[in-house]
């Protein structure tokens, strides 16, 4: 239907984007993993991960170091709640894809992908799908160019197949959703995020640039290379992308970073430009234009737009139009709508830019320019942050209750007399499986000690700290904060350390409406706060950096760039959205049009049948009585001439 393609041409006007286009896929804590298992993980050779690697609910992670050859360059997550979590958010992200809409001609199913060069877009398989030889992705020069591959069964690639990217198109930017389990075949040299939803196995040689997300099932690896993505980073400053383009351990590099004002302003223009070119069009849909003649004889027949009329699309116009003109909740009162930083709509529907006053006010108000497009969130507390947010995250204000603070795993020595009274083989063990030994002689000062630890640490790849403390004495402590991230001690006594298992905590608290007295739960991981389902607060995630407990005001708003997002999402969803089910609707009614005109056709069929059996008796009838007047015709000739 026509009213999906003004659909797509809303959501890509809602996210600045062309048609072709689509916003980064959101992999919530996924985003760090570069091989993440539901059952296993297990690696055989020298495979080399270039990112975390976490297995959830499962325990077994084989075939790395110390153990086996594998190398994690990267945390490790063995059934902890980062691993949980990011399980969590890489099945949410699967089911993303997993409804996005497609258009007919990118329908490959049956088809090999090998030999190919592909556009950016949604790609649709109904069953197995197969690369042989090389597939090429052109992003078209466009970096944020997205390609999705949705997979009705199994995904395999043969023999030193490989996925090429030209045109800008980036690894990061490629997902893999597959129904069933993806096996990469030997030597094959792949690229983007694979989301199954049983097992991915990487054959002998065969490297990834993206990730292998197993969510039910087993990861087996078999000597290769996963490296995260590309060269770029995204996920280290926020909002900050950092391209890597050579490797130098003995260079020191600043980065300084400064708003790119008109990056913005061209990506506000394009938003107006998309908005105009769809109430366009919504226009024309509604435009009726009669038959006219001439005295020249020329005659135009009149016109009507397939959509002329439809109740749908006329609330879609709305919908949209008043999301654009509403207000904007939790944001600066005097910039809290598009109109008031040079944003307008015209008698005619259409947006325009005052483009001195925008300029204006990014250069003196930046935050609440941006608090008008995006979700954000915010505390008179420096130490309550907003982290993320859901499609059900109401906005408002609201108390945060924090009844207890996050803290890390740590211990301080007591009774060291500032020399080491004996050799002694320390032993530090995190809850990843990842251990050091370090040998420490007799005699040593504290100095020596934590320097000692501290290098077989980095060695080890391990964010435990050991400093001195006012005291002289050694204090032992992880990086992060939370009950996931805790460490063991052996052979600590000649330090003044008990040998025990040391863990953080998590931060733990609720939070309610502001003037409510209902408190909703929230659940704690590290310094992070989630809001649980079915709440006000669903999806919505804060930090708390503080080390005291209290109530706390934090307020909530979506931008109208995020409604917008919402909202469009609503409608053009391929499975709950209004349009689909308008769509279903109307197919519905179609099915039981097309059942009373089979019916009638019966009908007719029937009464043609009878009318056809009654003309032939009628037929025979008369036939009869014309034999039987010819034999009386001739009787009474006969009679006429005896007389």
């Not at 094959?188 to 099932?217: H, M």
């Amino acid at each position: 239907m026509k009213i999906k393609h003004l659909i797509l041409l809303a959501v890509a006007a809602s996210a600045g984007l062309s048609p072709q286009g689509k916003a980064q896929l959101a992999l919530g804590t996924a985003t760090t993993f570069a091989v993440l298992g539901g059952s296993t993980v297990t690696s055989s050779g020298s495979t080399f991960v270039n990112g975390d690697l976490g297995v959830s609910p499962g325990t077994a992670i084989t075939g790395f170091l110390p153990g086996g050859l594998g190398v994690v360059n990267g945390t490790t997550h063995n059934d902890d709640p980062v691993a949980a979590q990011a399980q969590a958010d890489a099945f949410t992200a699967y089911n993303s894809l997993a409804g996005e809409s497609y258009l007919p001609a990118n329908d490959l199913t049956g088809q090999d992908l090998g030999g190919r060069t592909l556009t950016p877009g949604v790609y649709f398989f109904s069953s197995s799908a197969q690369l042989t030889g090389q597939l090429t992705l052109n992003g078209q020069g466009d970096p944020n160019a997205r390609f999705d591959f949705r997979i009705g069964s199994t995904l395999g690639t043969a023999t030193s197949s490989s996925v090429r990217l030209i045109g800008s198109a980036q690894a990061a930017n490629v997902f893999w959703q597959v129904v069933s389990s993806a096996t990469l075949g030997t030597d094959t040299q792949f690229s983007g995020s694979i989301l199954a939803d049983q097992s991915v196995t990487l054959d002998t040689g065969a490297d990834l640039s993206g990730r292998a997300f197993a969510l039910n099932a087993a990861v087996t690896l078999d000597g290769n290379t996963i490296t995260r993505n590309t060269n770029q980073i995204s996920d280290v400053i926020a909002g900050t992308t950092i391209s890597l383009v050579g490797a130098d351990p003995n260079s020191t590099i600043t980065l300084n970073i400064t708003q790119d004002t008109s990056g913005i302003e061209s990506k506000i223009s394009d938003f107006v430009s998309k908005y105009n070119a769809l109430m366009t069009e919504i226009t024309n849909q509604f435009t009726y234009t009669p038959s006219t003649s001439s005295s020249s004889s020329t005659t135009t027949t009149a016109t009507t737009p397939p959509l002329f009329g439809d109740s749908t699309l006329q609330s879609i116009k709305w919908t949209i139009r008043n999301t654009i003109l509403s207000g904007v909740t939790g944001v600066n009162s005097t910039l809290n709508t598009l109109g008031l930083v040079g944003i307008n709509l015209d008698q005619t529907g259409q947006l325009s830019i005052n483009s001195t006053k925008l300029e204006g006010y990014l250069q003196t108000n930046f935050n609440d320019v941006v608090n008008l497009f995006a979700a954000q969130g915010s505390s008179t507390n420096n130490n309550l942050t907003y982290i993320g947010s859901g499609d059900n995250t109401a906005t408002g204000s609201y108390q945060v209750q924090i009844t207890q603070a996050a803290t890390k795993a740590a211990t301080t020595g007591t009774g060291f007399g500032g020399s080491l009274s004996g050799d002694t083989n320390l032993t530090l063990t995190d809850n990843s499986g990842n251990t050091a030994q370090i040998s420490l002689a007799s005699g040593s000062s504290m100095s020596d000690i934590v320097n000692a630890i501290n290098s077989e640490l980095a060695n080890q790849s391990m964010d435990i700290t050991a400093s001195e403390n006012a005291d002289g004495q050694l204090v032992l402590s992880r990086n992060s904060y939370g009950s996931a991230y805790g460490f063991t001690v052996a052979n600590g006594a000649n330090l003044g350390i008990s040998d025990a298992t040391y863990t953080g905590t998590d931060v733990q608290g609720s939070i309610c409406q502001s003037g409510s007295n209902t408190w909703m739960t929230m659940t704690g991981s590290g310094q992070a706060l989630t809001g649980d389902s079915g709440q006000d607060v669903d999806g919505l995630v804060v930090q708390y950096t503080g080390t005291s407990t209290g109530t706390f005001d934090f307020t909530f708003s979506k931008g109208v760039g995020d409604s917008l997002s919402e909202i469009l999402d609503n409608m053009s969803n391929s499975i709950y959205g209004s349009v689909t089910q308008n769509e279903q609707s109307i197919q519905n009614h179609m099915t039981s049009i097309d059942k009373q005109i089979s019916d009638m056709e019966e009908r007719i069929t029937q009464d043609q049948d009878t009318m056809t059996q009654k003309f032939v008796a009628m037929e025979t009838a008369l036939s009869q009585l014309q034999a039987q007047q010819s034999w009386l015709t001739s009787e009474l000739s006969s009679l006429s001439s005896s007389s």
